[in-house]
């Protein structure tokens, strides 16, 4: 699985089933919220100044973001690509 | 205090330029590793080793087969050199405290490198030709002075021997070992100072390399 930490409380990760799960107490426990549409090679989260936990995970189809804490996640940057060097 | 993100950052995330991630093996079937030069394919990335998203800039840097790239322009942009990321973590940059107002200097982004040490191992690692160090057999192996008298910055090292005739330098930690290679590849022996004690300058663990990439 990989895992990231959005504050020093809150982890998030993405499992090889491609769902995603979150621990609010340090990675002691951790719960199901959500699942990305394809396998993961990152992740990575952070606090808005709302206090939602936003998180964006790599797949195969892109990069996947979701603003409600995991529960659903939309393709943020479609596969595509175009870049400057 | 938890990492904080704004809500107009985070929107212009969802809005970036395109990509395609594939998530396929570092590594060739015969072993060598592919970090030369992108395929001309439509995926400038290859694989993704790693991402972050920077709080401050809205940035989202994809860690890639192929260097850093910055996603959340249109169209991306690539920030490093070709180069294997294996590994990445983002060490966000400092912010102001009401203590300190003053804002930072802008951070490199990714476009310069520093050589911490000399353990890492080349871009080269992996091409025809090259052959992985031998520590165990000093004088055999190819050794690459990663960082040498003419490339190293001098303002930090000022004559610290560690940095001469191509020679890299250790930590000092490593020093006893580095010494041992130094007997076994180099000319040079430590300079006789008044004191009889070690060169002056700069501590040889400090004296690196910044490069633009």
């Known amino acids: 699985m990989f895992t990231a930490f959005a504050d020093p409380r809150t982890a998030v990760g993405v499992a090889p089933d491609s769902t995603v799960h979150i621990s609010r107490d340090a990675g002691n426990a951790w719960e199901q ?30 990069v996947e973001h979701s603003a409600d804490g995991g529960a659903a996640f939309n393709t943020a940057i479609p596969t595509t690509s175009s870049v400057v060097r | ?43 400038p990335f290859g694989h993704v080793h790693g991402m972050a998203a920077d709080p401050d800039t809205g940035q989202v840097l994809l860690a890639t087969h192929y260097g850093l790239f910055d996603v959340s322009t249109e169209p ?14 983002w060490a966000s940059p ?31 690692a992996g091409k025809p030709g ?3 160090p031998d520590r165990a057999n000093p004088t055999s192996t190819p050794w690459p002075p990663h960082e040498t ?6 303002a930090n090292c000022g004559s610290a021997p560690m940095a001469r005739n191509g020679v890299p330098s250790r930590p000092p930690s490593n020093r006893w070992r580095w010494q041992d290679r130094l007997k076994a590849t180099s000319s040079w022996r430590p300079q006789k100072t008044a004191s009889n004690g070690p060169p002056t300058g700069a501590t040889p663990g400090h004296c690196r390399t910044e490069r633009r990439c």
């Open chain 2, 1 to 43: 205090m938890p990492r904080m993100i704004s809500t107009r950052a985070a929107q212009a995330l969802t809005g970036v330029a395109a990509l395609a991630l594939l998530a396929t093996a570092c590594t060739s079937p015969g072993g060598a590793a592919q970090n030369s030069t992108p395929p001309a394919t439509r995926n």
């Open chain 2, 76 to 89: 991306a942009e690539k920030l490093s050199p070709t180069i294997d990321l294996m590994g990445f973590a």
């Open chain 2, 130 to 132: 090259h052959r992985f």
């Open chain 1, 33 to 62: 919220t959500g699942k990305v549409s394809a396998p993961a090679a990152a992740i990575t989260a952070a606090v808005d100044d709302g206090g939602e936990l936003r998180i964006w995970v790599t797949t195969d189809n892109g």
């Open chain 2, 149 to 154: 008298a003419s490339s190293a910055s001098t």
């Open chain 2, 94 to 124: 400092p912010r102001p405290t009401p203590a300190t107002s003053t804002p930072p200097a802008t951070p490199a982004q990714g476009r310069t490198c520093r050589t911490l040490s000399v353990s890492s191992i080349p871009t080269t």
